[in-house]
């Protein structure tokens, strides 16, 4: 059971636009930056998001991030075939059992 | 070029011990954190823990406390997690990535290093 609660999965067809929820609470995603990271079959993950809604360089503008309250959302526009991946979310937690990383169950995206 | 390079995959038994790496370069290993994350068969990723290469500071996920050990060497820019008893349920791909500070974000990611132990 995942700190962060992600759906399981998504579809959407190309060219459309897609969102990835990521639910938490006040001790992680409530005060915290959010950072989303997309691993494609396969592959290391890599840093998508950071800081709920920075772009590290050379990442697509068709990907962006928003933060409200204990939940943040990934948008993925204009959907595109190489775009199939496991996307996770991740934040800091300042829980009682010490501060620590927590990732999402993870979300995957199928572009039918 | 900044690059995280991890050690090749490694076959065990339980109750062996194995220690893998992961080595940077294309920047400066004592100025950033590097973190190990797990990835068991089909499953997510979990933080396992993290060192600051400057000074040795280590710090673990509750999850993983006593469970591994993670060390560096900056002298080689190499950075290690071990185990003393490996046990089936840690058959896993093993991820390294670098952080420039605690909170932040982990923006490089070595290749991954399978472990898979059976007997």
């Known amino acids: 059971q995942s700190v962060l609660t992600q759906p399981p999965s998504v579809s959407e067809a190309p060219r459309q636009r897609v969102t990835i929820s990521c639910s938490g609470s006040s001790s992680n995603i409530g005060n915290n930056a959010v950072n989303w990271y997309q691993q494609l079959p396969g592959k290391a993950p890599k840093l998508l998001i950071y800081y709920d809604d920075l772009l590290p360089s050379g990442v697509s503008d068709r990907f962006s991030g928003s933060k409200s309250g204990t939940s943040a959302s990934l948008a993925i526009s204009g959907l595109q075939s190489e775009d199939e991946a496991d996307y996770y979310c991740a934040a800091w937690d300042d829980s009682l059992n010490g501060p620590d990383w927590v990732f999402g169950g993870g979300t995957k995206l199928t572009v039918l | 070029e900044v690059q995280l390079v991890q050690s090749g995959a490694e076959v065990k038994k339980p109750g062996e011990s194995l220690k893998i790496s992961c080595k940077g370069s294309?920047?400066?290993?004592?100025?950033?954190?590097i973190g190990w994350v797990r990835q068991m068969p089909g499953k997510g990723l979990e933080w396992m823990g993290i060192?600051?290469?400057?000074?040795?500071?280590?710090r673990y996920s509750p999850s993983f406390q006593g469970q591994v050990t993670i060390s560096a060497d900056k002298s080689i820019s190499t950075a290690y997690l071990q185990w003393s008893s490996l046990k089936a349920s840690d058959t896993a791909m093993y991820y390294c990535?670098?952080?420039?500070?605690?909170?932040?974000?982990?923006?490089?990611w070595g290749q991954g290093t399978l472990v898979t132990v059976s007997s």
């Open positions: 060192i600051y290469p400057g000074d040795s500071d280590t």
């Open positions: 294309g920047y400066s290993f004592t100025s950033y954190w």
């Open positions: 990535a670098r952080t420039l500070t605690r909170p932040g974000w982990l923006d490089y």
